[in-house]
């Protein structure tokens, strides 16, 4: 029977017409496995992944494993990305029985949806093996199958535990972070930790915030540094902006092709921010381009951002990007061919597979001569038109609440250092960024707007929606945080209030549904699903945890209204996570980040103006703010935008206020004044 062909999620469409009798994460399924007596099995995966291709092309397309599935289990497709809360459970299950995890997984459970035997990916024989042992232990081991259940339930609950110790996140933790990645960094080749290597945007972000409050020059370089590496390395597409998932080797040489929309969205705040403190021209280069490769590569019109790109095409990882020489001189012809291959690094022996190279950037483009820099773009255009005629990789069009929000931030911040640096920019690059920020600002409109329209659905958040309609997966608590961070980023960028008042019920929706006891949150609301433990993870992983991302929303949301006691319930969440943040910082980067912007303040500026968008004390303010500063402009008294309350001009000029911790400076009107406000200069 095909029960996945209404499901929302391209993942579970991907494996409708399989011979295995699917069924979606339903009540219904746990009764027809206990109405037959028989395990279920539970597969997780998403539609980017590449090894859970494999997989299903292996296994699940098989007739031969289909009809031991259908005879011996009741099986339920799960995306991962759709439930991260079923995610979370039984990969912390699989986590503590192999001691590793990952995707796809594979659980088989009682009816009751106790796990009692985790794993990965299995070749289709080893899994015929462990379907066949399985199906022999339920029927004549069963006691022994319920006990190993049981403990592993105990011990994934007490891995999720809410009620720990906890401590104020100070100044000295925060240091002692700092301290403990530079002990890890890689000092050759950026980044933390041997291959596979990922992207520490959620570090980089924490690092350079340090970097703002203490001056520390190390911090900055760890960032400058992994920042420039990851950015020549074949983990960032040379041709269309964007960054792979990670790299298979330390040096960022060879990426795993799928591209995350959560990944390039907290690259772009990297990129932005590193920008915006230095000048740095590659940093500006990289913004723009990932900027453009989110508008261009993972919006929908009339919707949000699609979840990803997808690592095959046809079958076959990487056929879209990567080139050979002979390649190269077809398109460009012998003398640019030459040239490009020198600059991209594409030699006749490659860098991948069957001679192929990934392209990188093997050569400065940034600091050299206009001209150098104009013939560059002109092979990256032709290079990417003959590109866009290959076999294209497979978009997961699903719009996820939590990732757009993160999208949606990158692109406000954006925009508001673009329309600062603007004047900076060099004559050949000013027409393409106008071009981008154009775009983009679309984009991101388009995907706040779709999120409030559609995913919003009576006062509750829903996780997912694809083609316009909203799937029935309840938000999580990164959605929420996620999404009020945006609207609180969309309230600064528009001046409007009705995404404040948005973020507002958002949070409030937080801290009465998702509220642990001890000051922190659980992950899922208290009138959601029961899964057979309640998740509350406190780490920051790929993405931020849904504790850190609510955090962020709160510190944001309460220097934006001046109501204290969503600061209060930021700090107690934060003391929390504080007590593994000096010993773990590369697993709490959002929650380090969070906490430098509450150690600033964070500082509340307001513009009262004419011209919030082009203002040269608007500009100045976020050219120099300090980390986490909230930055409103408009006019006086505008409804709905407390922070423009009751502050009228200075003799009749654009004004600007600054405080700090609800202490104010004296209002400025010289653009100079502000700057040392702001940075104590």
Not at 146 to 155: I, K, N, P
Not at 337 to 356: I, K, N, Y
Not at 410 to 435: H, R
Not at 507 to 530: H, I, K, S
């Amino acid at each position: 029977m095909n029960r996945l062909a209404d499901a929302t999620s391209p993942y579970l469409l991907q494996h409708k017409d399989n011979p295995v009798d699917w069924w979606p994460w339903c009540d219904e399924a746990f009764a027809e496995a206990k109405r037959r007596d028989v395990p279920v099995l539970i597969s997780v995966g998403y539609a980017a992944c590449h090894w859970c291709h494999v997989m299903a092309h292996e296994s699940f397309e098989n007739e031969q494993v289909g009809a031991l599935m259908n005879e011996n289990f009741v099986s339920i497709k799960v995306d991962r990305e759709e439930r991260p809360d079923v995610d979370a459970v039984y990969m912390t299950a699989t986590q503590a029985m192999t001691g590793q995890g990952g995707w796809p997984m594979t659980v088989f459970a009682t009816p009751d949806g106790t796990p009692f035997f985790c794993g990965t990916y299995f070749p289709r024989p080893n899994f015929l093996r462990l379907l066949q042992s399985v199906t022999t232990a339920w029927r004549d081991q069963r006691d022994a199958v319920l006990r190993q259940g049981a403990a592993v339930v105990e011990a994934i609950g007490g891995a999720q535990a809410v009620g720990g110790p906890s401590t104020p996140l100070t100044a000295d933790l925060l240091d002692a972070a700092a301290v403990q990645l530079a002990k890890e960094y890689d000092e050759t080749h950026g980044g933390f930790g041997g291959a596979p290597k990922f992207p520490p945007h959620m570090n980089l972000l924490f690092l350079l915030r340090h970097h703002q409050r203490t001056g520390s020059d190390r911090s900055l370089e760890m960032v400058r540094h992994s920042c420039e590496a990851m950015a020549r390395g074949g983990i960032h597409d040379q041709l269309a902006g964007g960054f792979a998932r990670y790299s298979v080797d330390a040096h960022w040489t060879v990426p795993h092709f799928e591209k995350m929309l959560y990944d390039n969205a907290l690259l772009l705040r990297v990129y932005t921010h590193l920008w915006r403190l230095t000048g740095d021209p590659m940093a500006r280069r990289v913004a723009r381009d990932t900027a453009r490769f989110l508008a261009d590569e993972l919006h929908r019109p009339g919707e949000g951002f699609a979840s990803a790109l997808d690592a095959d095409t046809e079958g076959v990882e990487g056929l879209t990007y990567v080139w050979t020489p002979g390649q190269l001189a077809e398109v460009l012809g012998d003398e640019d061919a030459r040239w490009a291959a020198d600059l991209f690094d594409v030699t006749e022996s490659g860098s991948f597979e069957h001679g192929t190279s990934v392209l990188r950037l093997a050569r400065d483009v940034d600091d050299v001569a206009p001209e150098i820099r104009q013939r560059r773009q002109d092979v990256v255009s032709r290079l990417l038109v003959a590109r866009d005629a290959r076999p294209q990789p497979a978009r997961d069009d699903k719009v996820v609440a939590a990732w757009n929000g993160l999208a949606i931030t990158a692109i406000t911040e954006f925009q508001q250092v673009a329309a600062g640096y603007a004047q900076d920019a060099p004559g050949d690059d000013a027409n393409l960024m106008e071009g981008v920020t154009i775009v983009a600002d679309g984009a991101m409109r388009d995907a706040a707007e779709h999120l409030a329209r559609v995913h919003l659905v009576d006062g509750r958040l829903r996780r997912t929606s694809r083609d316009g309609r909203v799937g029935e997966s309840a938000g999580v608590l990164e959605d929420y945080g996620c999404v009020a961070e945006a609207f609180c980023a969309m309230h600064q960028l528009t001046g409007e209030g009705r995404w404040l008042a948005l973020a507002g019920q958002l949070l409030d929706v937080a801290l009465e549904r998702f509220a642990a006891p001890d000051g922190g949150f659980y992950d899922t609301a208290d009138d959601a699903e029961r899964l057979v433990t309640r998740p509350a993870d406190p780490t920051d992983n790929a993405s931020p945890s849904g504790r850190s991302a609510i955090v962020a929303a709160l510190v944001a949301y309460a220097a934006l209204t001046g109501e204290n006691r969503y600061r209060e319930a930021a700090e107690a969440a934060l003391a929390t996570v504080a007590p593994i943040v000096a010993r773990h910082p590369r697993f709490t980067g959002y929650a380090a980040t969070v906490g430098e912007a509450l150690l600033s303040g964070p500082y509340e500026v307001a513009v009262v103006t004419d011209d919030p968008a082009g203002d040269p004390l608007v500009l100045a303010a976020h050219r120099h703010a300090p980390p986490g500063a909230v930055i409103v402009a408009g006019r006086p008294d505008q409804p709905g935008v407390p922070l423009l309350a009751d502050r009228p001009t200075v003799e009749g000029r654009p004004t600007a206020y600054a405080c700090r911790g609800f202490v104010c400076e004296r209002p400025v009107t010289d653009v100079a004044d502000l700057v040392a406000q702001l940075t104590g200069r």
